[in-house]
């Protein structure tokens, strides 16, 4: 970069510099390590579903129908057991994410319904958006709180979240 372009390597190094800040709060504030710790057990997981699929259910489909392996189906060209078997992982990942989900909903854990999570939260009884539990004032519409008065889905959850914790 040359000395004449110094407006523009100057813009450049306050653009890299405004990156580099973002990329600082961003490092810093979880938000990388709760990403970095879903991906490590995501992969971890889907091993686990992998091998539940392709060690396990397609070993009993085997079994059941005679068919050595699933994979090596094939019209022609077109190989179609392999396409049928990556979709029975995804079938089969997607289904015991949604039973996961579903259980940790039920214990009243994670932050699994709609509007933004209810660890924490519920939803303001006159415009329906989530607000802190703790909230007196509702940020959204600006209604006064009875920190008493829960949405009934909301009293449920946290009930169900104290038999939990007590
Ligand atoms: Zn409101």
Not at 75 to 90: A, Q
Not at 137 to 146: F, I, N, R
């Amino acid at each position: 970069m040359g000395n004449h372009k110094t407006s523009i390597s100057e813009e450049l190094l306050t653009a890299l510099r405004a990156i580099w800040l973002e990329f600082k709060s961003f490092a810093l504030s979880g938000n990388m390590f709760d990403l970095a710790l879903g991906f490590i057990v995501g992969t971890a997981f889907s091993k686990l579903v992998d091998s539940l699929a392709g060690d396990v259910i397609m070993q009993g489909i085997a079994a059941v129908f005679g068919k050595p392996d699933f994979r090596n189906l094939a019209i022609g060209p077109v190989r179609y057991g392999s396409f049928l078997t990556e979709l029975l992982n995804f079938l089969l990942l997607a289904s015991v994410l949604f039973m996961l989900v579903k259980l940790l909903g039920k214990a009243g854990l994670g932050n699994f319904t709609g509007g933004g999570g209810t660890r924490g939260t519920r939803h303001c009884t006159h415009c329906k958006e989530s607000v802190s539990v703790r909230a007196l004032k509702c940020k959204w519409c600006g209604v006064d709180l009875h920190p008493v008065i829960l949405d009934p889905a909301d009293e449920e959850i946290i009930t169900s979240r104290n038999k939990i914790i007590t």
